[in-house]
């Protein structure tokens, strides 16, 4: 029995990257990481945002955020230091704020045309953080999908497919009705929430939890006395008195 994991993610998320390498590496311990399906989903931290924005992530969360400039630099700072942490770089320099929703449509072509969307979700976020690439453009998207293995033609089709739009949109309103106002976030077997880059023991543990509530150990709970007077194979007890002594006949 497999155990499912649904995680809302947005591309231009950058706890989010942080978040989905740590979960990969508690995966990548656990015993029974073979029997775990995972479904990403989309989420869109700022659905008015352009295609582009003319001016850098800092000028953009200062802006649209209301966040001082300084207190901007040192949370950029900060996050690129956690990044480094796991091995992921971020250039917060090169950034270019853009829509996350084509993004999420190539996602969820790829997703429907069997290419691994783990990767391409790595593909994406490297783009966006790492290259200064506009991940609204069609043709940056064409070309990580080529990269995974896809026919470029069916990508630029895939982009804006309604079926492929719709399923985007099922994620977003699929967020709305759980509540899910933050990501990254994970929801396991559609019973435990983890929100946020937490570190990766905090996913072992609740890996764990899940799989042993899923998979319960065959046996019995022992109530009463457990040395209560009985009979084995090398004979019968005696019982005992409360005081611990011997009761003879």
Do not use: N
Request: overall charge negative; glycine content about 8%.
């Amino acid at each position: 029995m497999t155990i499912r994991i649904d995680i809302w993610s947005d591309i231009a998320c950058p706890w989010c990257r942080i978040g989905k390498a740590r979960f990969e590496t508690a995966l990548a311990d656990f015993d029974h990481s073979d029997e775990v399906d995972i479904a990403w989903h989309a989420f869109i931290l700022d659905p008015e945002l352009p295609e582009r924005y003319e001016g850098s992530e800092v000028d953009y969360l200062v802006e649209r955020k209301g966040m001082p400039r300084a207190q901007v630099e040192a949370m950029t700072e900060q996050i690129a230091q956690a990044g480094a942490g796991e091995g992921l770089e971020f250039a917060f320099d090169t950034v270019v704020p853009s829509s996350s929703r084509t993004a999420h449509a190539l996602l969820k072509y790829a997703e429907a045309a069997g290419a691994d969307v783990g990767a391409a979700e790595d593909a994406l976020f490297d783009a966006h953080f790492r290259d200064g690439e506009v991940i609204a453009d069609p043709e940056v998207l064409v070309r990580i999908g080529s990269r995974l293995g896809l026919d470029a033609d069916a990508v630029r089709a895939g982009l804006t497919d309604p079926t492929v739009l719709r399923a985007v949109d099922a994620d977003l309103a699929a967020a709305r009705q759980i509540g899910v106002s933050v990501v990254p976030f994970f929801v396991f077997e559609q019973k435990y929430a983890v929100s946020g880059g937490q570190p990766a023991e905090v996913f072992t543990r609740a890996l764990e939890q899940v799989w042993a509530e899923a998979h319960p150990q065959v046996g019995l709970t022992p109530l009463g006395d457990p040395e209560a007077a009985a009979c084995g194979p090398d004979g019968c007890t005696p019982p005992t008195r409360a005081d611990g002594g011997a009761q003879h006949p």
